[in-house]
């Protein structure tokens, strides 16, 4: 799901003073929302797949995809449905006006585009919005690449206008004219030097990936911002050993890994807090990893190096980190 993972920060990481440029309305209940430095300097550099937090009141921060262009160094762009019956971070993005000053953290990427000469994406709703440059990625690349983006109406499908450039490899399927994503169709043959990228609700990351089972290993690559329901019945305590604070540690049956380092005064950077954002990603020197985040893959999981500690723990008795 991302490239090589960036030295994780136990220290607080570097904010950015930004101010609301525009706010433009691009499907149902979706804006579109331009950001630029307060001070006009350069923004830091992204890549497709990346994401940014966005600081929206004291203890509210969400994470969004970056959707614009990552050539474009003056200015971030995320796109945000609005969800009145969720944590309320939609509903205070949508509060936002143009002139209005915004704290920025970031940015991150766990989901970036590996090489391919084939791709296949697949969006769902506002999924569509780290997909839109990895289209113009590998659009650029010369690579051969179809999309399959749904909705629940074509109004509700946001940059349908710009994806019209790109023809018949952009496959529109409005749910209340044409059904659900034909996964059967779309998946049914696994294809050898394909990957599949995909983001959405959660039916249907989990309809991908069982369609995707006879795949080859690491043909599928998803983003999710929901949480997995995690088993914590058979949770026991280990040791936790911080190799360079020089503290060993703790963590009970009940504890987070997280919450014992900031009890031990480790500062430790955070924000979702529940595996899905990778902020609190965290180097591992020793013991096998229990991972229970969204954001590694297998590969990354397998390679037992770092972790997200606000979720996962350890299998065994003794965890060492490079903190």
Not at 185 to 209: D, F, K, R
Not at 288 to 297: G, M, T
Request: overall charge negative; hydrophobic content about 40%; some cysteine.
């Amino acid at each position: 799901m991302s490239q090589a993972l960036a030295e994780p920060r136990t220290t607080a990481e570097a904010e950015i003073d930004a101010v609301v440029r525009s706010v433009e309305t691009v499907a149902d209940q979706v804006v579109l929302l331009t950001l630029r430095a307060q001070d006009g300097t350069e923004l830091p550099a992204w890549a497709p797949g990346a994401h940014i937090d966005l600081v929206l009141g004291e203890d509210l921060v969400r994470q969004y995809s970056l959707c614009g262009d990552p050539a474009d160094r003056s200015q971030y762009q995320v796109a945000v449905l609005l969800e009145p019956e969720s944590r309320g971070g939609s509903v205070a993005v949508h509060r936002l006006k143009t002139g209005d000053r915004i704290t920025v953290r970031g940015p991150r990427n766990h989901f970036s585009l590996k090489p391919s000469t084939r791709y296949i994406f697949i969006a769902g709703g506002i999924g569509i919005t780290p997909i839109l440059p990895m289209i113009a990625e590998a659009e650029a690349r010369g690579a051969d690449w179809t999309l399959h983006y749904g909705g629940r109406s074509a109004t509700s499908m946001a940059f349908t206008d710009l994806l019209a450039k790109y023809g018949d490899r952009v496959h529109l399927v409005p749910q209340d004219e044409q059904g659900l994503l034909d996964l059967t169709a779309i998946l049914g043959t696994p294809a050898g030097g394909t990957l599949v990228y995909c983001c959405g609700p959660e039916p249907l990351l989990n309809a991908v990936e069982r369609g995707c089972e006879r795949w080859p290993v690491n043909s599928l690559h998803l983003e999710r911002f929901t949480a997995l329901d995690i088993d914590t019945s058979g949770d026991t305590a280990f040791e936790l050993v911080l190799e360079r604070s020089g503290k060993t540690l703790t963590v009970e049956a009940d504890q987070t890994v997280l919450e014992v380092m900031r009890g031990a005064g480790i500062p430790v950077l955070s924000s979702c807090q529940e595996g899905t954002c990778g902020t609190c990603e965290q180097m591992v020197l020793e013991g096998e990893v229990d991972h229970r985040d969204s954001v590694l893959d297998d590969e990354e999981k397998a390679a037992n190096d770092c972790m997200m500690v606000c979720v996962s723990r350890c299998k065994g008795p003794r965890l060492v980190l490079d903190a």
